[in-house]
């Protein structure tokens, strides 16, 4: 899968970069994810409930939306229905990485489930194909591997720790918008998360729990440019 094999790395100074530069990546995600072995199983879910999720659903903003949701008195249908539109980017993500992703069916279904954000990232950042393919299954096996032991270390502190006294409850929002917040630099971007936030505080007082997140996310499809329009940067 990656290209030349293991021992390359070796005997490429470049690709030994993006290796650390991926593994580092992977490891800063799994730090990331006690947050969220935390707050799932203080929103009433198991650690086996809560490992599995990781390892079978594996998009961190998807699994965060649908136990803040839960754990908040919020339906099951709420709590799925913001998860799913939050984990539809990762089908234009697929889109734009398989032509770079060539193999048999069974290193295809591994590539798909290793399509995330930083994976991606990470694979776009790179100037040539060997590298960019490298680039994307690097990071994509260290976000999985410490994605996974970052939640099962959460999920056995579990009640041990309040997330409100160490700021773990801030965590997702906090990282958001430091994601987000380079992309509103640009119109439609800008005008998409306005939308998203007039919705969803205009719906809270009315609705149940889980709903004026799952409303608010329809306000992505400003920030879709139409054919006509121009792309906008990533």
């Known amino acids: 899968m990656i290209p030349g094999g293991v021992s390359q790395l070796w005997r490429d100074e470049r690709l030994r970069a993006v290796f650390a530069a991926c593994v580092t990546l992977g490891f800063a995600v799994g730090v990331f994810a006690?947050?969220?072995g935390v707050t799932s199983v203080s929103a009433g879910a198991?650690?086996?409930?809560t490992c599995v999720m990781s390892l079978l659903v594996f998009t961190g903003a998807s699994q965060f939306s649908a136990v803040s949701v839960l754990g908040a008195g919020g339906s099951a249908a709420s709590a799925f229905g913001g998860a799913a539109l939050l984990a539809a980017r990762n089908s234009v993500y697929?889109?734009?990485?398989?032509?770079h992703l060539k193999g048999r069916l069974g290193?295809?279904?591994?590539?798909?489930?290793?399509?995330?954000d930083e994976s991606t990232a990470m694979?776009?950042?790179?100037?040539?194909?060997a590298h960019r393919v490298a680039a994307f299954w690097i990071t994509g096996l260290s976000v999985y591997l410490f994605w996974n032991i970052g939640t099962l270390v959460g999920a056995l502190l579990g009640s041990a720790i309040d997330p409100k006294?160490?700021?773990?409850?801030?965590?997702?929002?906090a990282a958001f918008l430091?994601?987000?917040?380079?992309?509103?630099?640009?119109?439609?971007?800008?005008?998409?998360a306005l939308i998203g936030a007039v919705v969803c505080v205009?719906?809270?007082?009315?609705?149940?729990?889980?709903?004026?997140?799952?409303?608010?996310?329809?306000?992505?499809?400003v920030g879709v440019p139409t054919p006509a329009g121009p792309a906008v940067r990533p």
Do not use: H, K, N
């Open 165 to 173: 006294v160490y700021g773990l409850d801030a965590a997702l929002p």
């Open 46 to 49: 198991s650690v086996g409930q």
């Open 178 to 192: 430091a994601m987000l917040w380079p992309l509103l630099r640009e119109r439609r971007p800008a005008l998409s």
């Open 94 to 99: 697929g889109l734009a990485m398989a032509p």
């Open 123 to 129: 694979a776009a950042a790179q100037d040539d194909e």
């Open 107 to 116: 290193t295809r279904l591994v590539a798909a489930q290793l399509t995330i």
């Open 34 to 36: 006690v947050s969220f």
């Open 202 to 221: 205009t719906l809270i007082p009315f609705t149940p729990v889980g709903v004026p997140i799952l409303c608010a996310a329809l306000g992505i499809l």
